[in-house]
Each structure stands twice: as structure tokens, then as C-alpha cells.
């Protein structure tokens, strides 16, 4: 079965090259030098951003049970994490508006490098900081970076069109390359010289240190709404406002937390999928396979957006489709195939097919994210572009605790079934963002106390 892990990854990794080789001019956008060297340093910053991120991720777990916790015990772990960037991390983020993007992504690094620090304790309640930290530094990287890129690009006078090529690319090698580079890293740091499951987290902060660093030395500050008569609590009050008084914003967080929700759903469930009866599946190596499909989903996300006639909100209603469809086939091999009792072994037939249908969603995963980046950078107003990113982030938390909370009270199929009908759902909602894509808003954000208020029209 070595084969069929090894032609997987070695067919997409082909499309991948073939993809990339293969743009001609109407798939790339012509662009100026000062723009190039503007999203070259952003690059450079995001992928060491991510790959703190990504260094850490396969060894949470595995670093905990390591100090002899239970699944149980494990289990809180991540659920404090995610509550702490429904809660701690909405405030902080939504301080970015307010503060300075570029502070809030230097108080990324700090919390984050700290949260790192804490993993050479083996006390709990040291664990728990760290994960509450954790869950914060999440909401930032999530929010910081993107809205500081919004607004440099805009405050540089760039055209539109370009931020799509820096979206684009930032998911390509941040969320693509550098997770494969970042898997292979940890894997040496911890297995080759067996320097412990702690090491690739001591990695990450030296990562994150160098990040910090360029980005003292290179970023300008810029602000959404940085009126000193405005508290947080009035900050708050203007972005729910904004997402209640415009269609194109709610339906915008409404698709962005059902797809998500369904992603984060999927990281707790293609390990059980695949190995149903315990067979022996190459966990790190099926990791590097999403990664690649992802980069695939970004080079394709890539072309689409470097066709100004081709509107985002358009191809995404295919994609949500696509991947809804994909999330489906754990429950037709269900009923078509008769599933196998013996225990051990190679991956089963049934789990090359699951196989392949995951890495389609990683494809569309890996289109999601700068599409969804794009579509974001038009509807949302820049005076408050991290509090209402973070809002949006609020069900996402609730749904994922939600889901971390009851993980084993349901069959993984029902799981799957329902991460299937949340992308339906999504692809309906698209439909509608569509529609009503040219319409004007109907509100506007006041320099003044009483911030958002409507507009008769």
C-alpha cells in the first residue's frame, strides 16, 4: 500500500508543477516592482508566522499524553484553547482596529512564544495558560496580519486586483509549503535527534522571534478606527451593527464559520476514517498529502482571481458544492461497500477511496482561503475589519467546543453527514451573496459615539 500513499502524492504534486508551469499571461496579473517588494516582505513574515503555527500542531497532543494525561484531561486542553479564542481572543483582536494592526501582530508573537514557553511544564494548570494563550495568538494570526495587509495595500494606492495575487500566494506557500517543510522539520527535530516532542515547539518560538523581528524593523502601523471616544464595548456595539445592517457581511460570517466549522470538524475525523479497525496508516505522510492538495486548491484559486471577469462569488457556489460532495463519501462507501472486521493491517479499499475524497476537500480548502480573504477585503469596512473578523470566529469556537465536547457521542458517519449539509448550506448562501453582490450597504460607519447608523434609501 506504499504505492498508492507514494502515486497519490507524487500525481499531485505533478498537477501542482503542471499548474504552476503552465500560466500564461491571462493567469497572471502584471504588477509594479514596489508592489512585488511590498508582498515579498509579507510573505517572508506570513510563512514564519504559519510556520510557528504548523510546527506545533502534530505534537499538542502527543506532547501531552507524554506527561502522562488522559484523553479526558486532553480533551479540555483543546476545548480551553478554542473557548479562549472565542472570548479572550475577540477583545484582543477586535484592539487591533483600535491600538494598531502591526502591535496586535507583534502581541501575536509574544503570546504565542510564550505559549510555547509553557510547554516545558508539566503541571496543568501551566498546560491550561498555555493553551489559553495559545487560543488568543490564534485569533490574532487569523485577523492581525490580514486586516494590516488590507489596509497597507490600500493606503499604498495598489491596485485591488494585485491583493488577490498576494492572498493567493500567502495560502500557496504559508499554508502549503511551508506546513509540508514544517511537518518534515518536527519530524527530524523530534525523531532523527530524538531532541524530545518539546523541541519543535522551542522551533516555532525561534520562528516567530525572527518574524517579530522584520516585522519591527519593515511594517508601518495603520489603524481601522482609532477615535480615542470610542471604548471597546462602543467598538463591539459598530461591528454588530455593520453585520446586522448589511446582508452581504452576515452572509459573509455565516458561510466563513460553516465552512470552517466543517474543516476543523474534519481535522478530529480522517484519522478514524481512514483506520476504522486500527490499520497502520502514515499519519505524517497523509498530512503532507492534504498540505499539497491545499497548494493545489491555491495555484487553481490563483488563476481564477487573475480573470477580473470572473467573479469570486460565483466559482466559490461550485467549490462549496464540490467539497460538500466530498465529506459525503465516508457514508456512500458506508452503503456500498461491505466494511471489513479484521483488525490491523494497510489501509482497506474503502479507505484509498475516502483518501482521495479528502484530498478533493483539501483542494477546496486550499481555494477557500484566499477566496474567502478576497471577498472579505470588499465587504468589510476597514474601520472595523478585525472586530467583525473576530465575530466571525465567535460560532466558529462554539461550534468546534461544541463538537470536541460530544465527539464520541456520535457515529463518525453522522459527523461527516453533518459537516456535508453545513457546505450545502454554505453553497445556498453563496448563491444569495451573489445576487445581491452589486448592492449598495445600507449603512455607514460615524466617526462619532454613536458609530454605525443607517441610511435611508
Partial sequence: MELF????????????????????????????????????????????????DWLQGPYVY?????????????????IAGFGSSMLFGTIVG?????????RACITYCITYILSCITKHSPQYKVLMLGRILGGIATSLLFSSFESWLVAEHN????????????????IFFGNGLVAIVSGLFGNVL???????????????????????????????????????????????RGAAVAIASDEKIALLGAIQSLFEGSMYTF?????????PNDEEIPHGFIFATFMLSSMLGSSLASKLMARSALRVESYMQLVFAVSSGALLLPILTTFLVVPTKVKGGSISFVGCVQLLGFCVFE??????WPSIMKMRSQYIPEEARSTIMNFFRIPLNIFVCIVLYNVNAFPIT?????????????????????????KPKDWQWKDRDTETEPLSI
Fill in 190 to 236: 523530534v525523531d532523527t535527534l530524538a531532541l524530545g516532542p518539546v523541541a519543535p515547539f522551542d522551533a516555532a518560538s525561534c520562528f516567530l522571534a525572527i518574524g517579530m523581528a522584520i516585522i519591527l524593523s519593515s511594517w508601518t502601523e495603520n489603524y481601522g478606527d482609532p477615535s480615542e471616544s470610542k471604548d471597546l464595548l462602543t467598538q463591539f
Fill in 267 to 275: 481535522v478530529f475525523l480522517w484519522t478514524p476514517a481512514l483506520s
Fill in 363 to 368: 483542494s477546496c480548502v486550499g481555494i477557500f
Fill in 155 to 170: 493606503k499604498r494606492g495598489f491596485e485591488q486586483q494585485w491583493l488577490s495575487l498576494a492572498f493567493s500566494k500567502a
Fill in 94 to 102: 477586535s484592539l487591533a482596529d483600535k491600538q494598531g494592526r502591526k
Fill in 414 to 438: 453522522v459527523m461527516f453527514g453533518m459537516c456535508s449539509i453545513f457546505l450545502m448550506v454554505a453553497c445556498i448562501l453563496q448563491r444569495r451573496l451573489l445576487k445581491i453582490a452589486e
Fill in 62 to 78: 502527543y506532547l501531552y499524553t507524554t506527561y502522562g494525561y488522559k484523553k479526558g484531561d486532553i480533551g479540555q486542553l483543546f
Fill in 5 to 52: 500513499y507514494y502515486t497519490v502524492f507524487g500525481g499531485l504534486a505533478a498537477l501542482v508543477a503542471v499548474m504552476e508551469l503552465s500560466k500564461n499571461n491571462k493567469d497572471r496579473i502584471n504588477t509594479s516592482s514596489s508592489f512585488n517588494s511590498f508582498k515579498n516582505n509579507y510573505l517572508v513574515v506570513y510563512s514564519l508566522m504559519m510556520a510557528g
